[in-house]
């Protein structure tokens, strides 16, 4: 593909799209099938409160082909923000041409001009040796630390 990558703020409208793209890519790395209302709600939510964060959607020639999720953590060490890429997601058709590197360049230049954001950190799966080459690529380094969690009862 020759036409060149857009980015733009998503909106309300593409929930539909972004819902896709996150039960496409639940099922792709983890092989979970996520419940669509509960991912439809928790989409909405982000519009409905900024605090949560906001998506970036990628399109090429008027059609959107990847997106992602851009949430915030404080960090009391730097008296910052962290911001937390997530939900990455680039159709099939659209991979290995630029969409994720336009998506992480875009956050990336936001980030720098946003005052208080002390850097970028997304996480990426054990076994998902393509994502962590290209994360690679952009200069992305391992931070040195173990995910850990304790995940309650299913979401509501």
Same mark, same amino acid.
């Given at each position: 593909m020759n036409d060149a990558i857009s980015i733009r703020a998503a909106s309300l409208a593409d929930t539909a799209f972004l819902v896709d793209c996150n039960a496409a890519m =639940?099922?792709?790395?983890? /092989?979970?099938l996520l419940d669509r209302e509960v991912l439809k709600r928790?989409?909405?939510a982000v519009f409905a409160d900024a605090h949560r964060?906001?998506?970036?959607? =990628?399109? %090429?020639?008027? &059609? $959107?082909?990847?997106?992602?999720?851009?949430? %915030?953590?404080?960090?009391?060490?730097r008296n910052g923000d962290w911001w937390w890429i997530q939900s990455v997601?680039? =159709?099939?058709? $659209?991979? %290995?041409?630029g969409v994720f590197s336009a998506l992480y360049a875009d &956050?990336?230049? /936001? =980030?720098?001009?946003?005052?208080g954001v002390v850097g970028l950190r997304l996480y990426v799966e054990n076994e998902n040796h393509a994502a962590q080459a290209t994360y690679a690529a952009l200069g992305m380094r391992d931070s040195g630390y173990r995910l850990l969690e304790t995940a309650f009862a299913d979401p509501l």
């Open positions: =639940a099922l792709e790395t983890e /092989h979970k928790g989409t909405e964060g906001f998506y970036r959607i =990628a399109e %090429r020639a008027g &059609v $959107a082909v990847g997106c992602l999720l851009v949430t %915030r953590e404080w960090s009391d060490w997601y680039v =159709a099939a058709e $659209a991979r %290995r041409g &956050v990336a230049r /936001h =980030a720098r001009a946003t005052p």
